[in-house]
């Protein structure tokens, strides 16, 4: 420690002894928080309109208004009115929208709102039923200034919410003149409805007259109906035995084979196919068996082998079902049923193998369960009955008999199937005839009964709106809307262009947008002074007699003692001034000028560290730190909003730390933020003291080589 203090106050004489030393402390001192208080004057209250009122939009008016019932109305004027009252943007008025855009363009003003010459008329479109929603036009100059748009563009909504206030309001003020004008005239809203009640019930018993005459047209169309069905029924019945008689005949000479060699034929196709699907699922099974307990076994089974099984299922699928059909064609039904039920063991057998994945632990139990289902159905396949069943002599010979019966008679058939082929056009034809006739009729029907319930609802809708309207007639509510209307029209007016109020609540309210900036100017003017007092005053300690073997340690310790001090200048001055001198809101300030200590003490250290074993290399980190905290430490901008590198770094970032506990003092503490905040801080710290001094004797050498590069540039210090 002795030798620490020396160096300390060693320090402290020579920077006394030289005047340049102490302008340059002092300057040290106070450059950096110059630059936090004139920023954040600067940034004050820039959305105030006392602010905002200075920045110059020009409006032009050129709408040429409209007629609505005989009433004049020029909304583009209404605007104007609202916007010479408004002084939230510097508003100008230009004669014509040539000169506001060419204010525009040479930026003499920052944007222009243009009142197109229909803008009323689109205004009152409803009136017409085209519905033309009235457009303002908006040109903003973006070159001029990168926050001035964002400015005039919160107007620019202000001016479409007051707009459409504007002509709600004067819509609802034009309806109740009209209203007042109707009373004036001697009409009464009253009789007006009782009047409407009425007539609505005149229309009603038209309706009824309607539905009669549609109910005699309804009976007269079941009628005709009735005796085509009839008719129908008699050809359809002839025409039915007709074509049942040639099924038959048809099914009899399919059925029959030409001769006993493809008969033969058939039953050895059948028999190989099915003897084969045997043979593969035998296969299968025991492939499936040898792998069901290994897991290697299976994964490779199902990387080297799934696939081709996968392809053999599926042909043996088609195989069987040509087998099936081959069957249904020679009348072997109950055979070619259990070829079927073959094939939808092999499609569940397809299925599992879909499901055969690599195994890992997790779902092993669950492959092994699959496998084991597969090997499930193999067992129960109908593969030996239908063997069984091909091989039955009784089978063979009862199909041979049927066979040669049906070849005696296949002559015959072909005759009467010709018979009651032509028999069977004629019916067809008639049959057709008596449908058309039919299907005409219920369409007519149809519309009818359609028309009437239309004309029965709309009758009862009536008789309701009816109710409605004498009710309305002798209901005093409808006299006090009529009493409101004539004489309170602009309350009403006012009510209906803004209906909803909304109550805003602020959480740790601060009242000017220069409070809560002060926070980041004041943490970056800190770093910005610890970055100059490592660039301007040298880190390395001389060897001298009155230091006894100093360690490095020591040297480390003694010259930071210089830049603690110079630090905590910093913190003081910069926070008393923002309390004092600019006047920020602060809850805290106790806690605040703390902070800022704490600020310049751990700034103070990482920029030291730094320098102190990277020399050169270390002020460039310094420099790269704050521009990357600059950009990305929420100081201006949400860190949500900011690209995803920044939200990497950004727990890294020490502004984070600092001016979340100065917020914490400004607008209202929460929970341990503050505490949370300041430990974060000491963290910094321990690790900037362990990361300086383990880097400085391995960094020598590249510290050397820079320096000496340096030198040889001959224009470098």
Same mark, same amino acid.
């Given at each position: 420690m002795k030798n620490i203090f020396n160096i300390i106050g060693h320090d402290l004489r020579k920077c006394t002894s030289s005047v340049v030393a102490m302008i340059t402390i002092?300057?040290?001192?106070?450059?950096?928080?110059?630059?936090?208080?004139?920023?954040i004057f600067s940034n004050w209250s820039p959305y105030d309109s006392d602010a905002t009122g200075r920045i110059s939009v020009v409006? =032009? &008016?050129?709408?040429?208004?409209?007629?609505?019932?005989?009433?004049?109305?020029?909304?583009?004027?209404?605007?104007?009115?609202?916007?010479?009252?408004?002084?939230? !943007?510097g508003w100008?008025?230009?004669?014509?929208? +040539?000169?506001?855009?060419?204010?525009?363009?040479?930026?003499?003003?920052?944007? =222009?709102?243009?009142?197109?010459?229909?803008?009323?008329?689109?205004?009152?479109?409803?009136?017409?039923?085209?519905?033309?929603?009235? +457009?303002?036009?908006?040109?903003?100059?973006?070159? +001029?200034?990168?926050?001035?748009?964002?400015?005039?563009g919160k107007a620019k909504t202000a001016v479409q919410e007051e707009v459409n206030a504007a002509f709600v309001q004067t819509l609802a003020g034009y309806v109740a003149d009209a209203v007042s004008v109707a009373e004036a005239s001697g009409y009464d809203p009253q009789d007006i409805f009782a009047d409407l009640s009425n007539r609505i019930e005149l229309l009603s018993e038209r309706l009824d007259d309607c539905i009669v005459m549609l109910d005699a047209a309804s009976s007269l169309s079941d009628a005709a109906d009735s005796l085509l069905k009839v008719s129908g029924a008699l050809t359809d019945s002839a025409g039915d035995a007709v074509t049942s008689e040639k099924k038959v005949l048809d099914t009899a000479s399919t059925i029959a084979p030409e001769n006993d060699s493809a008969y033969t034929q058939a039953i050895d196709s059948v028999t190989r196919i099915n003897s084969q699907t045997r043979s593969n699922l035998s296969a299968l099974d025991s492939r499936l068996e040898a792998v069901y307990q290994d897991k290697d076994l299976y994964n490779s089974f199902v990387e080297n082998e799934l696939d081709t099984q996968k392809k053999l299922v599926a042909e043996m699928q088609k195989s069987n079902s040509s087998a099936a059909e081959s069957l249904k064609t020679l009348g072997l039904n109950t055979l070619a049923s259990q070829f079927e039920e073959q094939n939808k063991d092999l499609e569940a057998i397809a299925a599992k193998l879909d499901l055969l994945v690599p195994a890992t632990d997790e779902n092993w139990p669950e492959m092994q369960q699959n496998v084991q289902d597969i090997r499930t159905i193999i067992a129960g396949s109908k593969g030996a009955a239908i063997d069984t069943a091909l091989k039955t002599d009784n089978l063979s010979e009862l199909d041979r008999k049927l066979r040669t019966a049906l070849q005696q008679t296949s002559a015959s058939i072909e005759g009467m199937k010709q018979s009651l082929t032509g028999l069977g056009g004629i019916l067809e034809q008639l049959g057709g005839v008596f449908d058309g006739y039919g299907s005409s009729l219920? +369409?007519?029907?149809?519309?009818?009964?359609?028309?009437?319930?239309?004309? !029965?609802?709309?009758?009862? &809708?009536?008789?309701?709106? =009816?109710?409605?309207?004498?009710a309305v007639a002798g209901n005093q509510d409808l006299a006090e809307a009529d009493s409101i209307l004539s004489e309170n029209s602009g309350r009403f007016a006012s009510y209906l262009a803004s209906p909803v109020k909304?109550?805003?609540?602020?959480?740790?309210?601060?009242?000017?947008?220069?409070?809560?900036?002060?926070p980041f100017y004041t943490v970056l003017a800190q770093w910005v002074g610890a970055l100059l007092t490592a660039v301007l005053i040298k880190v390395k300690v001389k060897e001298r007699k009155d230091l006894v073997k100093p360690r490095l340690y020591q040297k480390f310790f003694g010259r930071y003692g210089l830049y603690l001090i110079i630090g905590l200048a910093q913190a003081l001055i910069v926070s008393l001034g923002d309390l004092l001198y600019v006047k920020i809101q602060c809850l805290h300030p106790v806690l605040f000028v703390l902070q800022a200590c704490m600020n310049g003490i751990c700034f103070m250290m990482i920029n030291y560290a730094l320098v102190f074993a990277l020399d050169n290399i270390g002020m460039a980190?310094?420099?790269? !730190?704050?521009?990357?905290?600059? =950009?990305?430490?929420?100081g201006t901008y949400p860190v949500e909003v900011l690209p995803d590198v920044f939200k990497v770094l950004y727990p890294f970032m020490p502004f984070r730390y600092s001016m979340t506990a100065m917020r914490e003092c400004i607008g209202g503490t929460f929970d341990h933020t503050?505490?949370?905040?300041?430990?974060?801080?000491?963290?910094?710290?321990?690790?900037?003291?362990?990361?300086?001094?383990?880097?400085?004797?391995?960094?020598?050498w590249i510290n050397r080589l820079i320096a000496e590069s340096k030198q040889k540039s001959d224009i470098m210090l």
């Open positions: 002092m300057g040290l001192c106070i450059i950096p928080c110059l630059y936090a208080w004139f920023n409006v =032009a &008016n050129e709408d040429k208004g409209a007629n609505a019932v005989g009433i004049e109305i020029n909304v583009g004027e209404k605007i104007v009115s609202a916007l010479q009252a408004n002084d939230a !943007i100008k008025f230009a004669d014509s929208s +040539k000169e506001a855009l060419d204010g525009v363009y040479a930026s003499d003003y920052y944007a =222009a709102l243009i009142i197109p010459e229909d803008f009323s008329s689109d205004a009152l479109s409803f009136i017409s039923g085209s519905l033309e929603n009235p +457009k303002l036009i908006y040109y903003e100059n973006e070159k +001029k200034n990168a926050i001035a748009p964002k400015i005039t219920g +369409k007519l029907d149809k519309g009818v009964a359609g028309t009437r319930s239309n004309l !029965i609802a709309m009758r009862s &809708n009536l008789d309701v709106l =009816a109710e409605l309207m004498a909304m109550d805003t609540s602020v959480i740790y309210p601060i009242e000017t947008y220069g409070s809560a900036m002060a980190a310094g420099v790269i !730190i704050l521009v990357l905290q600059v =950009a990305g430490s929420g503050y505490a949370k905040c300041m430990g974060t801080l000491a963290l910094f710290f321990v690790g900037s003291v362990i990361l300086g001094q383990l880097l400085y004797k391995p960094a020598l």
